[in-house]
């Protein structure tokens, strides 16, 4: 195959595609092959990806068990619409049926995270009959109309003309705490301030991230989402809950949720789903499902093709147990960045549940490094090494790898990442 090569993707870029779309490195590879927890560029050289195209490919890259059946697909029937009977869509709604929490039972596909949390926010608003909904600050949906005005992170929302239906509330982000309150003295005050926007309104539901990955890693503490749960039962408010980024085993459960023992009445789903393959989901109980009977097809939504590829995904996450390897590499992770903590100064904040981590880098009086993140980044990938940028101040290094990840990856990534810190950090 003769690449163009990354000079020349740009040019194109530049020309052709709409400002919008984003691309990381100041020095950016074409990459052109993937295999496991590695990417190729059109060079040859390999790279440790740990940021998994976002939180996507959890089974690995070009995982063979997944192409083999994704290929045996292709070959035999890719598109029919939900007009004619087809069996994956039917084997993996009652596959998602078992593997989520609580009487979360009944799917809807889509082609995408953003589609499958508007489709939520629709359906919450059938069943209860009311229009607003509230979302956290520092949270990320999506980019349709509605989802990026349920987004809270400014980067993320260019819309001009925002619907007055979102009452943002203060993250769980405890290293910044919106009232400058210390966990546990706090009494979760960002919690209850739920409270005060729900009680006199006319709200169909919380939309929230069970770990927020493009707003930094923020992890709730452990009484967190028992609290939301009693003040939205309280006011008859849903719980939607956005897993786009964190399920899957992507934190040491299927889904994050499951972390806090708390079931949502809507579950949404995307990225890790399909590994890669292009599909989205909500998943609901009887109860809320009912709301939605007219018609509500999605075309390419749960293709033979789309669903193959995520019953195979769902295999291979139970088969090589990579739930419990994400619970286990990411404690041995954790602790291997909480040492680095120890050591440099420049971290400030080490936050996360299994291969979901976020080390926040800081100068004095904790001023975002964002220099400094964007500067460790361009090394890493010079030095064979792939990972993410996430916070408000965009000086939060992620880590969500392939679960297929091993510790002597792990070791590699902290001695590099060491070697750097040493040069960028003032100790
Ligand atoms: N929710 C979350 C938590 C996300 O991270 C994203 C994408 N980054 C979305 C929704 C939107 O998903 P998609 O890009 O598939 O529309």
């Known amino acids: ?77 890719q598109h029919t619409t939900t007009i004619y009977l087809t069996q994956p869509i039917a084997d993996l709604a009652e596959k998602l049926s078992e593997i989520t929490p609580g009487n979360l039972k009944r799917s809807f596909f889509c082609a995408s995270g953003s589609e499958a949390n508007e489709g939520a926010a629709l359906i919450s608003q059938l069943f209860t009959k009311k229009s607003k909904f509230v979302a956290i600050e520092q949270g990320l949906h999506g980019r349709t109309k509605l ?21 943002h509330i203060p993250a769980a982000y405890c290293y910044r705490c919106a009232y400058g309150l210390t966990y546990p003295n706090c009494d979760l005050k960002c919690a209850r301030r739920l409270e005060d926007v729900v ?40 719980l939607i809950t956005d897993e786009v980024q964190t399920g899957f085993g992507r934190t040491g459960k299927m889904f994050a949720i499951e972390h806090w023992d708390v079931v949502p009445d809507i579950m949404c789903m995307a ?7 292009p599909l989205g989901a909500f998943i609901t109980n009887d109860a809320v499902a009912s709301a939605y009977t007219r018609p509500g097809a999605s075309t390419t939504g749960g293709n033979p093709v789309s669903a193959t590829a995520a019953l195979a995904t769902i295999d291979v ?58 500067n460790i980044l361009e090394q890493l ?45 003032d100790g």
């Open 147 to 167: 989802t990026m005005n349920l987004t809270g992170i400014p980067m993320w929302r260019t819309d001009p003309y925002p619907s007055g239906n979102v009452t």
């Open 271 to 277: 990225k890790a789903l399909a590994n890669g393959t």
């Open 199 to 238: 009680r006199d309104g006319d709200f169909a539901a919380l939309i929230i991230e069970p770990i927020q990955g493009n707003g930094g890693i923020i992890t709730p503490p452990p009484e967190y989402f028992q609290l939301i749960r009693e003040i939205l039962n309280k006011y008859k408010v849903l």
């Open 1 to 77: 195959m003769n690449y163009i090569g990354p000079e020349a993707i740009l040019q194109k870029k530049q020309e052709y595609l709409i400002p919008c779309v984003y691309h990381f490195y100041k020095k950016p590879m074409q990459i052109v092959r993937g295999e496991m927890q590695y990417l190729y560029d059109h060079k040859g050289k390999k790279y440790l990806d740990l940021y998994g195209g976002v939180s996507v490919m959890n089974a690995g890259h070009c995982n063979p068990e997944i192409v083999e059946k994704i290929c045996a697909q292709v070959n035999t029937l």
């Open 317 to 374: 996450i139970e088969n090589y147990r990579l739930v419990e390897k994400a619970k286990e590499l990411g404690d041995y992770f954790k602790n291997a960045l909480n040492d680095l903590q120890q050591k440099y100064r420049i971290i400030g904040d080490v936050r996360g549940m299994g291969l979901m981590l976020g080390v926040e880098l800081v100068k004095e009086d904790k001023i975002p490094a964002f220099d400094e993140t964007d």
């Open 381 to 425: 990938k010079d030095l064979g090494i792939l990972a993410g940028r996430t916070g408000i101040s965009r000086n939060v290094l992620t880590f969500q790898p392939p679960l297929v990840i091993t510790q002597n990856d792990i070791d590699h990534l902290c001695m590099v990442l060491g070697i750097i810190l040493s040069k960028v950090s």
